[in-house]
């Protein structure tokens, strides 16, 4: 490699233009680390969302199964046809609110998968919907399917009289 000798002003030239030329570089990249930044901001805040959103469905869901499990106690023969028909709306808004949690559940836990995420929230929001679907069925069962049922009727009796 050769030495190149300039003089003063052409040295005083490439200096200001390898100055800007580095702050240039260096504004652009500031400027793509605050967008990836940004990206990755919004990104990790859906990601918390729906955390959150899984968190708080699942707790409130399950704030319902002690009061559902006490429903589920209440002898069919006291239940009158109004009662009746509540507990059949009951039942199939559980069955549709179970149904729709496990659609989503499988499209989040595809996601989750996929990206590496932390399924905890999403464990415990299957689990909140395997529940309720299976009160769902045993509330059916415990006042239209079992009602006509005698054996089981006198099972039931035997233990409602403990």
Known sequence: MSTMVLDREAMQEKIVSLTSAFQTASTREAASNAEIERRVNK???????????????????????????????????????????????????????????????????????????????????????????????DLHNRFYVFPQDAEMQDLISQFADL
């Open 43 to 137: 990104f990790l805040d859906a990601i918390n969302n729906r955390k959150q959103y899984l968190r708080e469905t699942a707790d409130n869901l399950s704030a319902l199964f002690p009061k559902l499990s006490e429903l589920s106690w209440c002898r069919g023969a006291e239940a009158d046809a109004e009662a009746m028909e509540w507990i059949g709306k009951i039942v199939d808004l559980m069955d549709k609110m179970a149904a729709k949690m496990i659609r989503r559940y499988a499209e989040t836990n595809a996601i989750f998968h996929k990206k590496g995420i932390d399924k905890t929230e999403l464990r415990r929001y299957k689990e909140v919907a395997d529940t309720m679907k299976e009160m769902a069925v």
